[in-house]
């Protein structure tokens, strides 16, 4: 994948030039988890209101094979499924996925959560093919507030790349490989999980999530 290549770089970089130890890196692609079940290795919650997301390992396309979808289509508007991933714990963090929107006639939003400290409390950044934009927010106390917005096409039923590079209170969002998002926010300053994210009636595929904890 070629977006991954600068991260190995920077990893290199990181190591060669303080000497730390490299942080824990993983790429879940789900090729090695049963159709029609939930992922290994993830544990589910929802934020807000409605039923809790259903998160069931599909066959895509050849390119993808296997992928991680959110099939529950609760159209309950303050509905936030949250697939967490049990393996990190981190505070910095760069963090990819790629996915698709299958479906959703209120939203079809994709996201990538970090610093997770539980389901009401962490931050996300995710793109929306309904309203064609990228944001990013906290989630405080169930409370989500957005700090950043930017407009781009987000066109269903192909797949994207998003991904977030989180460095102390500096977060980077690129979405397709251009910067869309770049912010400071100081509410979460503690390791956190990982995980993927949805709104409401949003039916998405995710795939090739990359974990990299610096
Ligand atoms: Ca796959």
């Given at each position: 994948?070629?977006y991954?290549?600068?991260?190995?770089?920077?990893?290199?970089a990181?190591?060669?030039?303080v000497?730390?130890?490299?942080g824990?890196?993983s790429?879940v692609?789900f090729?090695?988890?049963?159709?029609?079940?939930?992922p290994?290795?993830?544990s589910?919650?929802?934020?807000?209101?409605g039923k809790?997301?259903?998160?069931?390992?599909?066959?895509d396309?050849?390119a993808?094979?296997n992928?991680?979808?959110?099939t529950d289509a609760?159209?309950t508007?303050?509905r936030f499924p949250?697939?967490?991933?049990?393996?990190?714990n981190a505070k910095?963090?760069?963090?990819s996925?790629q996915?698709?929107?299958i479906s959703?006639?209120g939203d079809q939003?994709a996201?990538?959560?970090?610093?997770?400290?539980d389901?009401?409390n962490?931050?996300?950044?995710r793109c929306n093919?309904?309203e064609?934009?990228?944001?990013?927010y906290?989630?405080v106390n169930?409370?989500?507030q957005?700090f950043?917005?930017?407009?781009?096409?987000v066109?269903?039923?192909?797949?994207?790349?998003l991904r977030v590079?989180?460095?102390?209170?500096h977060?980077?969002v690129t979405?397709?490989?251009?910067t869309v998002?770049?912010?400071?926010?100081?509410?979460f300053k503690?390791?956190?999980?990982?995980?993927?994210w949805?709104?409401?009636?949003?039916v998405?595929?995710?795939d090739d999530?990359?974990?990299?904890?610096?």
């Amino acid at each position: 994948m070629i977006y991954q290549k600068p991260v190995a770089v920077v990893i290199v970089a990181v190591c060669a030039s303080v000497g730390v130890v490299i942080g824990q890196s993983s790429k879940v692609d789900f090729e090695q988890d049963e159709v029609g079940k939930p992922p290994k290795g993830f544990s589910f919650a929802v934020t807000g209101k409605g039923k809790p997301g259903v998160w069931i390992v599909r066959k895509d396309d050849q390119a993808h094979g296997n992928v991680l979808v959110q099939t529950d289509a609760d159209p309950t508007d303050y509905r936030f499924p949250v697939a967490v991933y049990d393996d990190v714990n981190a505070k910095d963090v760069d963090l990819s996925v790629q996915f698709k929107g299958i479906s959703g006639k209120g939203d079809q939003g994709a996201g990538i959560v970090w610093r997770y400290r539980d389901q009401n409390n962490y931050y996300i950044t995710r793109c929306n093919a309904l309203e064609d934009n990228c944001t990013i927010y906290h989630v405080v106390n169930g409370r989500r507030q957005a700090f950043l917005n930017h407009n781009v096409k987000v066109p269903t039923n192909v797949w994207h790349t998003l991904r977030v590079q989180a460095t102390g209170d500096h977060f980077v969002v690129t979405y397709d490989g251009k910067t869309v998002l770049d912010a400071k926010d100081g509410t979460f300053k503690d390791a956190g999980k990982v995980g993927l994210w949805t709104k409401a009636d949003s039916v998405m595929a995710f795939d090739d999530f990359s974990i990299v904890a610096r």
